[in-house]
């Protein structure tokens, strides 16, 4: 079955820490770019992080820049999103997604994770 | 930054019913290799966004074809050709030509 499973989220008080992780399955993991794309409470959708499928490319938006670090298993099949120095403002839903070859969209999203930062 | 521009912010629609969704950016979403990276999201209470169009036009496999995008340079579309129940959510355009990739604010859309 094609799909991408996250877990990690969870309650974290501000200035803490957490791992979020990505497992793919149903397609080759190495073969495609992923991201990490957030949805704060009433909020919009913000693409906070991507790594090219060797790992060699990889952005973060400003928001997150200096705290946040993507990483990724490729014979784990797996994507990692290691966020330091948590802040209110982090708080949101957030979804790991593969990308199209070639192209700059996402045709396969997880489930998401919600992380709460909050004292 | 690329913004990218949604109207309306919401749209109350009959069953069967035709729908329009636009997506204005500040810039060219033509990229230098040729496509241009504008797609369609569409997120469903409880569920995960999921695509359905890419490239401005292209549906993914799956997607019903009552759905259609066109437009080029910085002027989008969505279409819905006739409106059903299940197509209930947000919808949100997408820039992928420069960074920061960019989501519109999306469109909420609901049966009347």
């Known amino acids: 079955q094609v799909q991408l499973v996250e877990s990690g989220g969870g309650l974290v008080k501000p200035g803490g820490s957490l791992r979020l992780t990505c497992v793919a399955s149903g397609f080759v993991f190495s073969d495609y770019y992923m991201s990490w794309i957030r949805q704060a409470p009433g909020g919009g959708l913000e693409v906070i992080s991507f790594?090219?499928?060797?790992?060699?490319?990889?952005y973060y938006a400003d928001t997150v820049k200096g705290r946040f670090t993507v990483s990724r298993d490729n014979a784990k099949n797996s994507l990692f999103l290691q966020m330091n120095s948590l802040r209110d403002d982090d708080t949101a839903v957030f979804y790991c997604?593969?990308?199209?070859?070639?192209?700059?969209?996402?045709?396969?999203w997880g489930q998401g994770t919600m992380v709460n930062v909050s004292s | 930054d690329v913004v990218v521009t949604q109207t309306p912010l919401s749209l109350s629609v009959a069953p069967g019913q035709p729908a329009s969704i636009s997506c204005k950016s500040t810039?060219?979403?033509?990229?230098?290799?040729?496509?241009?990276?504008l797609s369609w999201y569409l997120h469903k209470p409880g569920q995960p966004p999921q695509v359905l169009i890419y490239?401005?036009?292209n549906r993914l496999s799956g997607v019903p074809d009552r759905f259609s995008g066109s437009g080029s340079g910085t002027d989008f579309t969505l279409r819905i050709s006739r409106v059903e129940a299940e197509d209930v959510g947000i919808y949100y355009c997408f820039q992928g030509v420069r960074l920061p990739w960019t989501f519109g604010q999306g469109t909420r859309v609901e049966i009347k």
């Open positions: 810039e060219s979403l033509l990229h230098s290799s040729g496509k241009t990276l």
């Open positions: 997604a593969k990308h199209i070859i070639g192209d700059v969209a996402f045709d396969l």
């Open positions: 790594i090219s499928e060797r790992s060699d490319i990889i």
């Open positions: 490239e401005v036009s």
